[in-house]
């Protein structure tokens, strides 16, 4: 079945450090793939979104390439900031299926 | 536009108490979806209502029912309580077919002794 891997956290920066946080994927279709945020106390947030292969999705300074050839789907931030500290979760649904499959989620705590 | 919304926001129950959690959506929404979030498993499909009047299972379905009460709302109920279903539940919808993408409701932190 259809299944996504997340790098397995919490990831610790200083402010203004380079994020990445690697996201692969397994599915039959040709599947949407999101970022989702979750702040403390609170629901997930559509961070970003690609729907078909070499799609970037961008917000807030965040960004991911849907990368086919490798299944993959990962965020980066060139200069992160204390507010950024969340758990981020990347998910996909696959075409005609109206279901989300989420990772695990990658704790991010960033320091001043 | 209050987008999803949750009640309660949080619940302790007893081993075999019986619970109602609500959700509504006034984004006209036609898919509607409850999930539990436990530390280290994501979040993981419960039921899930494609349109009104359809309900089906999703990954963890046991335990609990929902009910598609109309368009906006869409309710799970915890029939007979354990100390599993601790847990923080999530209300999401959709009104997108083709790429799903979903809105979250604040969730319900759910505790059962």
């Known amino acids: 079945g259809d299944s996504v891997t997340q790098m397995e956290g919490p990831v610790t920066l200083s402010e203004e450090a380079f994020l990445t946080i690697n996201c692969t994927y397994t599915?039959?279709?040709?599947?949407?793939l999101f970022w989702y945020v979750q702040y403390p106390g609170e629901g997930l947030q559509l961070l970003l979104k690609?729907?078909?292969?070499?799609d970037k999705g961008s917000n807030k300074g965040f960004e991911a390439t849907y990368r086919k050839e490798t299944t993959s789907f990962h965020l980066e931030k060139g200069s992160v900031q204390v507010s950024d500290s969340a758990v981020y979760f990347c998910?996909?649904?696959?075409?005609?299926?109206?279901?989300?499959?989420f990772g695990t989620g990658t704790r991010l705590l960033v320091s001043p | 536009n209050a987008g999803v919304t949750q009640t309660p926001k949080f619940q302790v129950l007893k081993t075999g108490q019986s619970m109602t959690l609500q959700c509504a959506q006034d984004?006209?929404?036609?898919?509607m979806y409850w999930y539990r979030q436990d530390p280290g498993m994501g979040l993981r499909l419960i039921y899930y209502?494609?349109?009104?009047?359809?309900?089906d299972k999703g990954e963890v379905p046991n335990g609990y029912n929902v009910s598609r009460l109309n368009k906006r709302e869409f309710s799970l109920r915890l029939e007979s309580a354990a100390p599993s279903q601790t847990s923080v539940y999530f209300c999401?919808?959709?009104?997108?077919?083709?790429?799903?993408?979903?809105?979250f409701g604040p969730g319900t932190r759910l505790t059962v002794l």
């Open positions: 984004m006209n929404h036609n898919s």
């Open positions: 599915a039959t279709g040709y599947p949407s």
């Open positions: 999401a919808s959709s009104g997108d077919p083709n790429y799903n993408e979903q809105f």
């Open positions: 209502s494609a349109s009104e009047g359809t309900t």
């Open positions: 690609a729907t078909k292969a070499d």
């Open positions: 998910a996909l649904s696959d075409q005609g299926f109206q279901k989300l499959v």
